[in-house]
């Protein structure tokens, strides 16, 4: 399991700062956020996990298309908890479907992949550790959108 150092983050800079440091003049990438958006989370933590999804991402998109990044807030129905919600979308070849269903497990790599296969693996942890979850929609030749989730610690 992870040691975390949780800290209010502010999950807009982040994403911002992340997209600005991995974006090339190749494939950019555009985040579309509101204004701020804090969460209780450990910092190095979810920067090595968006670090990941955006990195994956501009890897398999195709020159010219930018890579997008939704940050947005969500209300759970059954819970009645607040959400934060980051969708990291490509526009590349999408992920292959017999890789879809174990593509969070050790060691699973695409042959476009140069990763060990750990990337994802360990971005579902850290996401989990942090009482979220990182799931995946791909459809073959529409790109894949990677969505994660994280508790909104209710303002006291």
Do not use: M, W
């Amino acid at each position: 399991l992870f040691a975390l150092q949780p800290v209010p983050v502010e999950l807009v800079t982040l994403a911002q700062e992340i997209a600005q440091s991995l974006g090339t003049p190749e494939v950019g990438v555009q985040v579309t956020a509101p204004p701020e958006l804090v969460t209780q989370a450990d910092p190095e933590r979810l920067r090595h996990l968006l670090e990941n999804l955006i990195g994956n991402a501009i890897r398999h998109s195709p020159r010219g298309r930018a890579v997008l990044v939704e940050v947005r807030t969500e209300v759970q129905h059954e819970t009645a908890q607040r959400l934060a919600i980051l969708a990291v979308t490509d526009q590349g070849p999408g992920v292959p479907p017999d890789l879809l269903p174990n593509l969070f497990e050790r060691f699973v790599k695409t042959r476009s992949s140069p990763g060990l296969g750990l990337g994802l693996y360990l971005a579902r942890r850290i996401a989990r550790a942090h009482g979220g979850e990182l799931t995946v929609h791909s459809q073959p030749g529409l790109g894949a959108c990677f969505r994660l989730t994280l508790p909104i610690e209710p303002v006291a």
